[in-house]
């Protein structure tokens, strides 16, 4: 019989794979030279556009940080408060403050992986019995579900930049 990993050696593995592994896009990859002009764009059939995925992204994210983090947080209704309004627009420094804030919670969960204060693998009694690790595990999910789509419209819409290599 297989001998189960400590939990210190399962919390490395996690925090390693959340900061070094790239099986998945990146936020800054998605973004990348994107041009400002299109950061509404929706594609055909879509009803979404780029800075509703992201901000979708972002929404979620908080959420999950908050849901696990905070006994006075409220998670916005489902499905709607999850995604902008369908006509809402953004501008140059919206499309910065969104892509700013995903990256300071992706930081936010980079810190409480990495605290030792923090039982990650432990129910957290305001969360429903939810753990740490479940909800950072949904947010890595998400993401990655939404920078693909982001990444898939963007080749649709021609918007990579001539010079991209691609992996």
Same mark, same amino acid.
Not at 52 to 80: F, M
């Given at each position: 019989?297989?001998?189960?990993?400590?939990?210190?050696?399962?919390?490395?593995? !996690?925090? *390693?794979?959340?900061?070094?592994? #790239? #099986?998945?896009?990146?936020? /800054? *990859?998605?973004?990348?030279?994107? &041009?400002?002009? #299109?950061?509404?764009?929706?594609? $055909?059939?879509? $009803?979404?556009?780029?800075? =509703? !995925? +992201? *901000?979708?992204?972002?929404?979620? @994210?908080?959420?999950l940080l908050e849901y696990v983090q905070n006994a006075k947080h409220v998670s916005p209704s489902w499905p709607d408060g999850?995604?902008?309004? &369908?006509?809402?627009?953004?501008?140059?420094?919206?499309?910065?403050?969104?892509?700013?804030?995903?990256?300071? /919670?992706?930081?936010?969960?980079?810190?409480?992986?990495? /605290? $030792?204060?923090? /039982?990650?693998?432990?129910?957290?009694?305001?969360?429903?019995?939810?753990?740490?690790?479940?909800?950072?595990?949904?947010?890595?999910? =998400?993401?990655?579900? =939404?920078?693909? *789509?982001?990444? !898939? +419209?963007? @080749?649709?819409?021609?918007l990579w930049p001539r010079n991209r290599k691609d992996a």
């Amino acid at each position: 019989m297989a001998k189960a990993m400590p939990k210190m050696d399962a919390r490395r593995l !996690i925090h *390693e794979v959340f900061t070094t592994e #790239s #099986s998945h896009m990146s936020l /800054d *990859e998605a973004v990348a030279d994107f &041009p400002v002009g #299109s950061i509404n764009a929706k594609t $055909p059939n879509v $009803p979404f556009s780029f800075w =509703h !995925i +992201l *901000e979708h992204i972002r929404i979620a @994210q908080t959420d999950l940080l908050e849901y696990v983090q905070n006994a006075k947080h409220v998670s916005p209704s489902w499905p709607d408060g999850y995604w902008p309004k &369908p006509d809402a627009t953004t501008d140059a420094a919206g499309w910065k403050r969104t892509i700013a804030t995903i990256k300071k /919670d992706l930081k936010r969960i980079d810190q409480l992986l990495a /605290d $030792p204060k923090v /039982d990650i693998f432990a129910p957290v009694p305001f969360a429903n019995g939810k753990s740490v690790l479940r909800c950072v595990f949904l947010a890595i999910d =998400h993401n990655s579900y =939404h920078l693909g *789509e982001f990444g !898939i +419209l963007r @080749q649709t819409m021609n918007l990579w930049p001539r010079n991209r290599k691609d992996a």
